[in-house]
């Protein structure tokens, strides 16, 4: 991950579900409480990320009226499942979409940001998640494959 930002929101969270870790096991329903609260946060990285990569790809290849317009495009995704991600992708370059595709359907990614998404949705309206730690763990590492992939196809 290159993008500095990014970076600075990875490593808050990452220190966070370490953080989450250390909890005993008598402290399991804070843990997933403490679950619940990273899911909103990685959620929203992923939707900071999909505006970000693609808005430093922009910004280097278009003049400034091009990149205003694309970045104010870009900042009104909200809750981008896989399909945005892909979406967003082939609005840029076709084969990215295609190849994105490739990748993101290989070893759980797809699933990792879906469901994090789906999570999120059910957290913020109030509704039982059954999100814990470790799994959510394991879908912020898929995601954050799929963000340093996506910062390739840009060349970041």
Known sequence: MKIISLVRQKQKIEWLINQAKTFDGNQLELQSHWARYL???VAGFLENAISEVYSCYVQECSNE???NY???VLNRIQNPKSQKF???ARSFNRDWESNLNTYIEQNGRKDAIDSVMANRHLIAHGKDSGIALARLDQYFKKSLEVIDYIEGQCGI
């Open 39 to 41: 899911c909103v946060l």
């Open 65 to 67: 009226q091009v990149a």
């Open 70 to 72: 694309v970045e104010s």
């Open 86 to 88: 892909l979406e967003t």
